[in-house]
């Protein structure tokens, strides 16, 4: 059943659709633009949802490469997905499942399993109508209990693959009430030599839209800076909409800062005016308002952490950053990030590392640039550097005390070194028989249980916490008793699985199998995010002694 959405907004007035398509060129920030209409949407009282359609022919994002999507992100579920849901998720501040990640390998399988069950009973199974569908189907589930479903299709309109998904949309609006059904276009508008805003693309792109029997409702122009009055004028007329419906989405410095940018634009406005939504939306000045208070706080301090990955590419750690940016805003901080490649780390960017007040080692899989992760850790643990390990970095800093510690001078994971001696990372043995790629992780949302009095304690304010893996390695249990036999201890465990580590002879040497960078968002920073910060400011400390232990705002 559909919930009571807070706005008292009826549900059988009809759910709002809005699709979000691009065009001219991919990267335009299409997904910034579509979750911040969204967030506007939700500050005045819907419930909003959003779908990412990708066109690609791989049923998730799981076995993708990060230098080509980016970070693979992971949800509550466990579905390995495209980064731009951890984008919703963010500006939305809601759970998404893999349902909310539409592809053409889950399509595709789908039709062809009921073809091979024989549902089709005879039939020619087809792209329209079956595969189209399909499509439509699963829109409408994703959007089940919601005032307002955003579907932004990946990719640019004339791209082949994106075909059936135009195709879908366009029989998905024929289907219902003109004012539940809104398109969007987001396009480039580039400066010629003569600093003239250029609105040929724009007109193409349109074309295209429309000679597959789409007429987009609004436009956004991506400029540089805000589009002229003759600019709007210009593409309202070639692209038959209203000078009123078209936007600008000029460059911020921070992308937080599109909903605030898009609000000063009317867009949220427009919007809810042609999906008739204006009714039911709460005043302007009753609107929710933590976003902006949340974006524009000041910051009274500044940090520089190093970031040591293998990926010289900001999306492929996305969620990391973004997770260091909501620990910033947690603690008024400003938070500089400092690359770190782990290839170099040897030499030419060994430097940086000296540099910063902290350091984070983040997930990965894979051998290439271990070795230089692994002296990072050296590094934190030797002098006194507050670090953060994810997942790999987790990894990377048992095999580090195994070997540097405990003079285990071999030790590794057999993932990296299947042939080492003392594998102190492991597959757990009742992992053995599995051998999948793609299927064998353990993926989405786990408990930890916490060691009361730990450094775990004192960052959660917990004894438990629920965080998202993906992961196939453990920690080995033949070797956590020699492990332990010291400064280091699993403060976090979910059965024999060991999830967080800590030392008790460094100011802040936290590691976690799970990923808290999933769960973080710009209102609900993650813990041991705001612990590496406080530990750098000293306030972890007082934080410690008086027992205060909750970091949530
Ligand atoms: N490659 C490691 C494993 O599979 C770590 C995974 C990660 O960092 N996400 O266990």
Not at 113 to 125: I, P
Not at 172 to 194: G, R
Not at 246 to 253: A, G, I, L, P, Y
């Amino acid at each position: 059943m559909p919930k009571e959405p807070d706005t008292g907004y009826d549900p059988t007035l009809g759910r709002k659709f809005i699709f979000v398509t691009g065009g001219v060129m991919s990267g335009l920030g299409k997904g910034i633009t579509a979750a911040s209409t969204g967030r506007l949407l939700s500050n005045a009282g819907f419930d909003v949802t959003a779908v990412k359609i990708d066109p690609y022919l791989n049923v998730d994002a799981g076995t993708m490469n990060p230098y080509q999507h980016g970070e693979v992100y992971v949800l509550k579920d466990g579905g390995e997905v495209d980064l731009d849901l951890g984008n919703y998720e963010r500006f939305l501040g809601v759970d998404m499942t893999s349902d909310h990640n539409v592809t053409t390998g889950k399509t595709y399988q789908h039709v062809i399993e009921k073809e091979r069950a024989g549902d089709y009973l005879g039939k020619t199974v087809q792209i329209i109508p079956h595969i189209t569908d399909d499509i439509k189907r699963r829109i409408r589930e994703a959007a089940e209990g919601t005032d307002v479903c955003i579907v932004e299709v990946g990719g640019t309109v004339g791209d082949i693959e994106g075909m059936p998904y135009l195709e879908a949309l366009r029989q998905f609006a024929h289907e219902e009430d003109d004012d539940d059904i809104l398109f969007t276009h987001v396009t480039l508008v580039p400066y010629s030599k003569n600093g003239e805003q250029k609105t040929k693309p724009t007109q193409h792109s349109v074309k295209e839209l429309r000679s597959i029997g789409l007429q987009p409702d609004v436009l956004v122009g991506r400029c540089e800076n805000e589009l002229d009055p003759e600019t709007k004028e210009k593409i309202a007329l070639f692209c038959d909409v209203p000078t009123e419906a078209v936007f600008s989405n000029s460059d911020v410095e921070d992308v937080y800062h599109v909903p605030l940018m898009v609000e000063e634009e009317g867009l949220d406005e427009y919007v809810m005016e042609r999906l008739d939504l204006r009714p039911e939306a709460l005043p302007k000045p009753e609107r929710d308002n933590r976003w902006r208070e949340l974006v524009t706080r000041e910051r009274t301090e500044e940090v520089d952490i190093a970031l040591v990955g293998k990926y010289d590419l900001e999306d492929a750690y996305m969620s990391v950053h973004e997770a260091l940016k909501h620990a910033g805003i947690e603690r008024r901080t400003e938070v500089n990030v400092l690359w770190v490649d782990s290839d170099e780390m040897l030499d030419r960017h060994e430097h940086r590392l000296k540099e910063a007040d902290g350091v984070v080692v983040p997930g990965g899989f894979g051998s290439r640039g271990t070795a230089g992760k692994i002296k990072a850790i050296q590094y934190c643990r030797e002098n006194d550097v507050p670090f953060l390990g994810l997942c790999l970095g987790f990894q990377m800093a048992v095999v580090e005390h195994a070997r540097n510690v405990l003079g285990l001078e071999s030790a590794h994971s057999a993932e990296l070194e299947p042939e080492t001696p003392h594998p102190v990372i492991d597959i757990l043995p009742e992992q053995y028989e599995i051998d999948d790629m793609g299927g064998t992780m353990r993926l989405g949302a786990h408990d930890t249980e916490i060691e009361a009095g730990s450094l775990a304690e004192a960052v959660y304010g917990d004894t438990v916490c629920t965080e998202r893996h993906r992961h196939r390695y453990e920690v080995n249990p033949e070797y956590i008793e020699r492990l332990e036999d010291g400064p280091l201890s699993f403060s976090g465990r979910a059965n024999n699985r060991m999830e967080i580590l800590e030392r008790t002879d460094h100011p802040y040497f936290f590691g976690t199998q799970f990923h808290p960078e999933f769960r973080s968002r710009p209102d609900r920073a993650s813990p041991p995010f705001v612990g590496l910060l406080d530990a750098i400011t000293g306030d972890l400390d007082a934080r410690k002694l008086s027992g205060e232990t909750e970091v949530q705002a």
